[in-house]
């Protein structure tokens, strides 16, 4: 079956770094999405991994391994408007998405 | 990046009355566009993927004929939910790609249905 597992909630203070991770089970696997999605919002692209390493672009950076079926979102200097939550996604291949059900991050001040 | 407008941003309706759901990419032509809904603390799920001038693709498990898909342009699919009951509440969200099928992904605002 396909399976996409990422931690419910995370809480972090502010300034400070958060990761996120996602693990998966897909069939097929043509590349992982993140996304942002504020409460009562649509959800905002945030990252595209399809091969292995680290991506970074400004304070976010998406990582992936295909061989562990493993990904992360590293959050450097958090704000108070990264609260949100963080949704992980495969794209199968049949080109589907599969989502997860997301990671709900709380920043503290 | 690429804008996806939704309209209306929030409908309430009584039982029993249809709803339409309008989604339109503002800047790009959008070749595909997917229908989502989302339940409270819920993941996105998939309702239908609608290519311009065809029939809608269904997932496993929703009415073709309660979940009318309309894909008639580039820029516009309509989503109509016929004979709206109160489990149709939902927050439904369409999302548009204007290329292949590694092509992002960009999402509209969402539509906060709520049937009485």
């Known amino acids: 079956g396909q399976n996409i597992d990422q931690p419910t909630e995370m809480t972090a203070t502010e300034g400070a770094i958060v990761q996120i991770n996602c693990t998966y089970q897909?069939?097929?696997?043509?590349?992982l999405f993140w996304y942002q999605q504020h409460a009562g919002e649509a959800p905002t692209f945030l990252s595209y991994?399809?091969l292995d390493g680290l991506e970074e672009k400004g304070r976010f950076s998406s990582f992936l391994s295909r061989s562990k079926g493993y990904s992360y979102l590293l959050l450097k200097e958090l704000q108070m408007k990264d609260s949100a939550s963080y949704l992980c996604a495969t794209m199968d291949s049949n080109y589907q998405l599969i989502w997860g059900a997301g990671t709900k991050l709380i920043i503290k001040p | 990046g690429a804008v996806v407008s939704q309209h209306p941003s929030r409908v309430i309706c009584k039982s029993g009355t249809s709803v339409k759901i309008e989604c339109r990419s503002l800047d790009f032509q959008a070749t595909t566009m997917f229908w989502y809904r989302q339940f409270p603390k819920q993941s996105l799920m998939l309702m239908a993927t609608?290519?311009?001038?065809?029939?809608?693709?269904?997932e496993q498990g929703v009415e073709k004929d309660k979940f009318l898909i309309n894909h008639a342009s580039l820029t516009l699919s309509t989503l109509t939910v016929t004979s709206a009951h109160p489990e149709d509440s939902s927050f439904y969200i369409c999302?548009?790609?204007?290329?292949?099928?590694?092509?992002?992904?960009?999402f509209g605002p969402g539509t906060r249905l709520l049937v009485l």
């Open positions: 609608s290519n311009e001038g065809s029939k809608a693709t269904y």
């Open positions: 897909t069939s097929g696997f043509n590349g």
């Open positions: 991994n399809v």
């Open positions: 999302s548009a790609r204007s290329g292949g099928v590694l092509e992002t992904q960009y």
